[in-house]
């Protein structure tokens, strides 16, 4: 898979991974995978039927924690934002179909303007 060099996944290359798209439904054609450190859940994603990633979530004590992605159809990342404990921190990113970033903003705990 060719993914953006802005990905970095929060959910850790060793988690364990569980498919609960019976469960878990992201709509017609999705495929839904949680990922697991021990008992924790720490992770989703959504998976086209082609097995092209289209949505991932990273968590932490049930609150969004790290990185979300969300890529276009075609394989071309979409946007990124970075959660701390359930409340946008840090520098979000938004790409055009094409690869071109349109824009960021920056939130501090929650603190910022949003331009979506």
């Known amino acids: ?51 092209q990633l289209l949505h991932e979530w990273s968590f932490k004590n049930g609150n969004k924690h790290g990185w979300e992605y969300e890529w276009y159809e075609d394989g071309g990342l979409s946007w ?13 990113s938004v790409w055009g179909r094409s690869g071109e970033l349109l824009g960021t903003y920056t939130m501090d705990h929650g603190t910022g303007i949003n331009f979506w």
């Open 1 to 51: 898979m060719n993914l953006h060099p802005s990905y970095i996944s929060s959910i850790p290359e060793h988690a364990r991974e569980e498919d609960v798209t019976a469960k878990h439904g992201a709509g017609r054609g999705k495929v839904v995978k949680n990922y697991y450190l021990g008992r924790s859940f720490i992770g989703r994603r959504w998976y086209n039927l082609d097995g």
């Open 80 to 92: 990124a934002i970075h959660y701390d404990d359930g409340i946008e921190h840090g520098t979000a």
